[in-house]
């Protein structure tokens, strides 16, 4: 189906600094179609609604009887889809307050399942990092929040206030690729030791700048280490792996999974996802080797356009993937051939290192980011 031009269609306030630029927006879309013909009927789902820029052009582009289910689990989010100028006021469009690793069972709940279409376009938001008061960026002075979800979970501080001094350097090492994790985390201990455990981006970003002497040029010493406490406070991988295995099961045959990650730590998980599951590995030496079922066919890998990235320098970074759902029917016994739900491997087995010990990165960092998320996701829905 042909798309309107490459415009952003959608720009909102984005609190202090850059406008809000849906990524490869476009493309996104047009990957969700496949041969949905050329008004796309059935079920889509936008799991990372944000300001809408996917879901109002998918609506855009649907038949009358299709219908979009947006979730985002930021509540401004929600509040943009359902309040003032932005409020989407279409009967085929919902939106849910919840964490994309339930998609699934929101889809069930409703009974609008299988699903044609799932776009995700994970990570922060430019509204979430330009807005000093979620304590996303060291750029502000604010309280050391990092939360998407604001109704739940424990906020960067309280996470630095309790947690040891292992599990510290476990998560600023295996999600910030920070080199100097084991420092970083023993200031910070030192610091609460003596009654001065950090509590806003400033205190934090001045703990990092005095223990990361050397940096790459233009990079701030603190930005692996936020980062790092971002992906462990709203257990951004487990999140994206849960969402994935969901996909299997809930894509109806033919349906498209189509993926915007920003970092390599979430393009790896969603690139061994689309691998272990679209490839082939019959063991050709051994006889009678059973051919493994495939739920996926891989699609495509985009990068954004040299225009996209001049007009969105945040875009550099980002990646889409997209595969079809196969039509061999979802089974556990078919996802265990594949070796399984989950890709915590692909993390683990990162190159970093542990600790003094040297000893590769222990499973921890991850263990103790699936507790972060603590109770299941709320759920608020609206229309
Ligand atoms: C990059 S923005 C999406 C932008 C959106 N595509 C648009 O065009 O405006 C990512 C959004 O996903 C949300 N998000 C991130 N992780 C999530 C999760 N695990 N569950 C639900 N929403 C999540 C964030 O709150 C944020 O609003």
Redesign the pocket.
């Known amino acids: 189906m042909p798309l309107p031009t490459p415009d952003t269609p959608?720009s909102a306030p984005a609190g202090a600094a850059m406008p809000?630029r849906?990524v490869l927006l476009n493309e996104a879309v047009q990957a969700l179609w496949g041969e949905a013909g050329p008004v796309p009927e059935g079920t889509y789902v936008d799991?990372?609604?944000?300001?809408?820029?996917?879901s109002r052009l998918i609506l855009s582009l649907l038949g009358p009887q299709a219908r979009l289910l947006a979730?985002?689990?930021?509540p401004d989010?929600i509040a943009h889809a359902t309040q003032g100028e932005g409020a989407i006021a279409d009967p085929r469009f919902r939106i849910e307050h919840?964490?994309?690793?339930s998609w699934g069972d929101v889809v069930e709940q409703l009974g609008w399942g299988p699903v044609q279409g799932l776009l995700m376009?994970?990570?922060?938001?430019s509204p979430?990092i330009d807005n000093p008061a979620r304590g996303f960026s060291f750029r502000f002075d604010a309280p050391l929040d990092m939360r998407?979800d604001t109704t739940q979970g424990e906020s960067a501080a309280d996470f630095l206030a309790r947690a040891d001094v292992q599990t510290i350097a476990d998560v600023i090492r295996n999600y910030g690729e920070e080199r100097f994790a084991w420092g970083i985390a023993n200031a910070i201990v030192a610091e609460r030791d003596a009654g001065r455990s950090p509590q806003t981006t400033a205190e934090l970003q001045a703990i990092v700048a005095r223990t990361v002497k050397t940096r790459e040029p233009g990079q701030d010493p603190a930005t692996r280490t936020f980062q790092a406490l971002r992906i462990h406070v709203?257990r951004?991988l487990g999140?994206l792996e849960d969402a994935l295995d969901a996909a299997l099961k809930m894509l109806a045959p033919g349906g498209h999974l189509a993926v915007i990650s920003f970092h390599s730590l979430e393009d790896r998980i969603v690139k061994t996802f689309i691998a272990r599951h679209s490839r082939e590995e019959v063991d050709r030496r051994v006889p009678f080797a059973q051919e493994r079922p495939l739920l996926l066919e891989a699609l495509a890998r985009i990068k954004p356009s040299a225009e996209e990235v001049a007009a969105n320098p945040r875009s550099r970074s980002a990646v889409l993937r997209v595969a079809r759902r196969t039509a061999v029917p979802w089974s556990p016994e078919a996802v265990r051939a594949a070796g399984g739900p989950g890709a915590v491997q692909s993390v683990e087995a990162s190159p970093a290192k542990s600790g003094r010990s040297g000893k590769p990165a222990s499973k921890s960092a991850h263990k103790a980011a699936g507790k972060a998320g603590g109770k299941p996701p709320a759920r608020g829905g609206r229309r």
């Open positions: 959608h809000h849906t799991a990372t609604f944000g300001r809408g820029g996917h979730l985002d689990r930021d989010a919840a964490a994309f690793s376009d994970i990570g922060v938001s979430q998407m709203n951004e999140e």
